[in-house]
């Protein structure tokens, strides 16, 4: 049948990577000890790149490539982490990175945020926005119409409180995720709750490799710290030193930084290169293109982060080998998928994102405004649309669930398959000049290779 001409060159002339270097000159180490003194320079780790030159030809008429369309072709996504089995200790760097990376978005972020917005409102620290909630409960028994209004209207005030920075932290903080500094000191003091504060000191001892020995004497000294109404009679550096003295709490007097530590700093990851005094410098290990790669702080805003022993991979069982590598790629995948979700509910509800955010204000208030009228006037036509609003978003509920329910079945997976035919005829293909590895024939490859290093 028809044949796919390939041309594989292995030998490219990318510089190769410090990583490379050194896992080279190791396989050289164990090739003399070996009696083998000569290297084999076709064998590339992890820095070389192969050249593939195809030739593709049609195996099918045309107009039959439309039956190919209606799949979704499967596909595995490699990670950017270093592959394994070639470097000689096992790493689980990545895994725990990516593993934070999740707890910091989906916890601190999410979760955390909701659960110190919910006990804000049930605990009644604000007069009117619970009590236009408890409206909301008690119009149900009188009118959905009045019950929607009310809900809308509540939705809008909450997101126009968010685009302002101090009522965003009195909603969405607590002792879980609060700062560790004066801020967040602050913040957490204005629940006059010893469970909040309680947790805020737990994270303080945590980040400081400090370790708790009597829990219950630290629960009995949280309720101290703050007097009256949440006032505060001491500083953040005042109750460092205070912890310090404590019996039941071991916590180092200093931050322990120091050079080549991985770190934290305001969520970004990055390695230590200097530590002069109280001055740390941070190279970070990514950087958006207004933000500068390295960059020196003060050693209390640097937080270290996880760091696990390496192990030499000869000493690792296979089995746990194996579950690592299953564990990174999901964790990894996991990550990816859900690092755009809450990044984009961040932006939006801290009005980074200020068309939708008003354009999202705009229509609550404007359904709100609808439902009262339409309550009030049973005549108007404000009436009239909101009865028709109200049955459309059962339909979309209906819809939602019978999605859900039979979004598996075959009757549904063929209706699906015409409709990427449909689609992909409205999109035309953008490959191959869209890879970023392609060149066109013309083009030359690299130059000639000028140094042992290349690879």
Known sequence: ???????????????????????????????VLA????????VQYNAGEIRLRMKLRRVVPRGMDAFARALQPSCFTYATFVQEEYLPQLDLQELVDDAMDIKLQLLDDL???????????????????????????IATFKSELLAWGIWHLWMGVVLVLLSDKKWRDVLSTNGLNAPLNQEGLEMVAAWNETSEMHCF???????????????????????????????????????????????????????????????????????VTNVRG???????????????????????????????????????????????????????????????FTQYLKEFCTWKKPVAASLMVAFLFGR????????????????????????????????LV??????????????????????????????????KFYKPAHEPYRGKRTSRNSA
């Open 201 to 271: 000191l737990m994270r303080v001892v945590e980040a400081r490799n400090g370790q708790i020995i009597g829990m219950q004497e630290l629960v009995h000294w949280a309720g101290t710290v703050c007097v009256g109404r949440g006032e505060l009679e001491i500083t953040f550096d005042e109750l460092l030193d205070a912890m310090h003295e404590l019996w039941f709490i071991d916590m180092p007097r200093k931050p322990v930084v120091k050079k080549n530590a991985l770190v934290y700093v305001e969520r970004r990851k990055g390695t």
């Open 278 to 340: 109280r001055t740390v410098t941070v190279v970070f290990d990514e950087c958006a293109p207004d933000e500068p790669p390295e960059e020196d702080f003060d050693m209390e805003l640097v937080q270290p982060r996880i760091q696990p022993p390496a192990v030499p991979r000869m000493f690792v069982p296979k089995s746990v080998l194996g579950i690592v590598a299953t564990l990174q790629y999901h964790i990894y995948n996991f990550h990816r998928e859900l690092s755009p």
């Open 1 to 31: 049948g028809n044949r796919v001409d390939r041309t594989v060159k292995v030998k490219g002339v990318v510089p190769a990577s410090l990583a490379s270097r050194v896992i080279r000159r190791v396989h050289h180490g164990i090739s």
């Open 368 to 399: 709100s405004i609808l439902a009262f009228v339409g309550f009030f006037q049973p005549s108007s036509w404000c009436h009239v649309g909101e009865e028709i609003l109200l049955k459309i978003r059962k339909c979309i509920y209906l819809l």
């Open 402 to 435: 019978v999605a859900v329910l039979f979004c598996k079945a075959r009757g549904i997976r063929v209706v699906l398959g015409v409709f990427y035919i449909v689609a992909s005829y409205c999109h035309s293909r953008q490959a191959p000049e869209c890879w």
């Open 111 to 137: 979760i955390f945020a909701i659960l110190a917005f919910v006990s804000y409102t049930v605990a009644w620290k604000s007069f009117f926005l619970s009590g236009l909630l408890l409206a909301t409960v």
């Open 35 to 42: 009696n083998k003194a000569h290297e084999d320079d076709t």
